[in-house]
Antibody, heavy 122, light 107 residues
């Protein structure tokens, strides 16, 4: 079955770089049509889509965070890594990764990890 | 970026009620919209994709409709396990954007 799990530091200091890893099973990012997205949710607030990487290494980013985000994949390890530079307390959130599937007309996030809470504080 | 406006932001309803949540896009998005349910402390769960397609395993009391700019999620008969937050997500173009969420509470 498809599973995803996020890992990374629970606490980072302002201005530091955050590195999060999504480790998944049940599918391969070397298979045509496979994709993984990152989404975050500040405490008590709405979801925010951050980035997506595809099987062919196409990458897509949030417009407002594009200069701070990098998404990459390690197909051999079944992992997707998201880095976010210059962290600020407003970046405190639960970060999720999700498998992204696409039909002929639409894409959707069909399997999600449990999320990992990242707090930005000195 | 396309703005997604959900309404209401919260509602109170009773078990058995018919519940409708709407999502309006700031520009036409075809049928490139999904609906997600989130319970406290849990990851979101996909309910509906492509505006009206029911995800496998999701109860048939959930349905989605709409195209262009106006979309609706309907729960035909609210069950105790449906009390949660609901979000729409447009995948028409980048960046993908979520609505601000609707919290469905017990009346």
């Amino acid at each position: 079955q498809v599973t995803l799990k996020e890992s990374g530091p629970a606490l980072v200091k302002p201005t530091q770089t955050l590195t999060l890893t999504c480790t998944f099973s049940g599918f391969s990012l070397s298979t045509s049509g496979m994709r993984v997205s990152w989404i975050r949710q500040p405490p008590g607030k709405a979801l925010e889509w951050l980035a997506r990487i595809d099987w062919d290494d196409d990458k897509f980013y949030s417009t407002s965070l594009k200069t701070r985000l990098t998404i990459s994949k390690d197909t051999s390890k079944n992992q997707v890594v998201l880095t976010m530079t210059n962290m600020d307390p407003v970046d405190t959130a639960t970060y999720y990764c999700a498998r992204t599937s696409c039909s002929s007309t639409s894409c959707y996030l069909d399997y999600w990890g449990q999320g990992t809470l990242v707090t930005v504080s000195s | 970026a396309i703005q997604m406006t959900q309404s209401p932001s919260s509602l109170s309803a009773s078990v058995g009620d018919r519940v409708t949540i709407t999502c309006r896009a700031s520009q036409g998005i075809g049928n490139d919209l999904g609906w997600y349910q989130q319970k406290p402390g849990k990851a979101p769960k996909l309910l509906i994709y492509a505006a009206s397609s029911l995800q496998s395993g999701v109860p048939s009391r959930f349905s989605g409709s709409g195209s262009g700019t106006d979309f609706t999620l309907t729960i035909s008969s609210l069950q105790p396990e449906d009390f949660a937050s609901y979000y729409c997500l447009q995948d028409y173009n980048y960046p993908w954007t979520f609505g601000q969420g609707t919290n469905v509470e017990i009346k």
